[in-house]
């Protein structure tokens, strides 16, 4: 049996790319999307002019305006980014049947078997890197491994426009992953990498000396996780994920407010957006998500689970409204959404695009 050959298909910026691509005025320079200097919101994302000066994703506008006044903000074009996010993932699927797209600009590709088609993983990578600056005048990094775990991991390490492979012997694998910072290793948040480096675990090499009883007593089941990774094993297969994907709509506040009313207005056109985006993709989900952030800017999720799937906006906003009751009257949001998710696979195929979140100002 040959061994298995994943790919982790990862856009370079790819909303601020998209953008440059489409103005040449906006070529070399720093360029932001996301809400309006001036307005309450955060960066969608930022070129990599941008990160120079520390913008990020996620980050307050009014923070990113400090740091780079100089940048070109721009609103988001999602309609836009959905149609090259569909036609990137048109390339990934001509190579490959099995492509698992977990967001709008990255997918997992096992290409196991496919050599006598289209050459060698390298080959693959290089073809499929190829059309996309051809055909879409984008740039995609491309790491290529045994499984997705480290796949990602090589994507990130030569961007932009970079295609890394992972060694395949599982002692090369061991070393190759030693030096790499333990924030690598999934399911590794902030958290969890300052808890790791209080017991002076700064690198995967660091953990690699552990067994699996100490990480399994010391970061419960996380650790049976963390011993496994750390070796760079990571059986999960390569999948299509439309019953996982969710369709969400956001919109942010110019204030943050606790006023009831106006949280459930915004919340009725939101589930009626993601209704009418749900019934265009054919789709009825079981599962409607409340998602709001606070204050502080931390983001949490609530979720309902209905026995039957649905897409009518009647039901999105009832179960969204009952989260949302559940919260204290007195919380001030700065951003509220709605979600839905669990589709059902006999309801037809989800667009590619639908896991967008568009924060609106």
């Known amino acids: 049996m040959p061994p298995r050959v994943v790919l982790h298909l990862d856009m370079d910026a790819f909303f601020t790319s998209v953008e440059q691509r489409d103005n040449p005025l906006y070529k070399g320079k720093p360029v932001v999307v996301g809400a309006r200097p001036g307005h309450r919101g955060v960066v969608a994302a930022a070129s990599y002019e ?3 000066f520390g913008v990020h994703s996620a980050l307050p506008i009014s923070q990113a305006f400090a740091r780079c006044p100089q940048a070109v903000f721009l609103p988001p074009r999602m309609e836009v980014y959905s149609r090259e996010s569909d036609r990137v993932m048109a390339i990934a699927a001509s190579f490959t049947p099995c492509v698992e797209q977990v967001s709008v600009d990255e997918a997992f590709l096992d290409i196991t078997g496919t050599q006598k088609l289209f050459g060698d993983a390298h080959e693959v990578a290089a073809k499929i890197s190829r059309r996309i600056r051809e055909e879409l005048h984008l740039t995609a990094s ?29 002692g090369e694998i061991i070393a190759w992953l030693a030096p790499h910072p333990v924030g690598k ?16 675990l700064n690198t995967i ?12 007593q010391r970061f419960g089941a996380g650790g049976a996780s963390l011993y496994e990774l750390c070796r760079g094993i990571d059986d999960r297969p390569v999948e299509n994920r439309s019953e996982r994907l969710s369709i969400s709509r956001e919109h942010t506040f110019e204030r943050d407010t606790a006023d009831r009313d106006l949280l459930k207005k915004i919340l009725l056109t939101l589930a009626q957006d993601v209704a009418r985006r749900a019934r265009k993709s054919g789709m009825q989900g079981k ?13 949490h999720t609530r979720r309902a689970t209905r026995a039957d799937a649905t897409a009518l906006a009647n039901d999105i906003y009832a179960a969204a409204l009952k989260l949302l009751e559940a919260l204290s009257e007195k919380m001030k949001i700065r ?17 590619l695009f639908t896991n967008e979140k568009t924060h609106v100002s």
């Not at 948040?189 to 480096?197: F, M, P, Q, V």
């Not at 090499?205 to 399994?216: A, C, I, K, S, T």
């Not at 951003?335 to 667009?351: K, R």
């Open 50 to 52: 941008a990160r120079k």
């Open 142 to 170: 491309i790491g290529i491994a045994p499984n997705k775990f480290l796949a990602k991991v090589a994507s990130d390490m030569h961007k932009p426009d970079g295609i890394t492979a992972v060694p395949f012997d599982a």
């Open 185 to 200: 290793i999934w399911g590794v948040g902030k958290k969890t990498e300052a808890a790791l480096k209080r017991f002076c």
């Open 205 to 216: 090499g660091d953990l690699q000396r552990l067994d699996r009883e100490f990480l399994v």
């Open 287 to 299: 599962t409607i998500v409340l998602i709001y952030r606070g204050s502080d800017f931390t983001k």
């Open 335 to 351: 951003l509220i959404g709605v979600g839905l998710s669990s589709f059902s696979a006999e309801c037809g195929q989800l667009d």
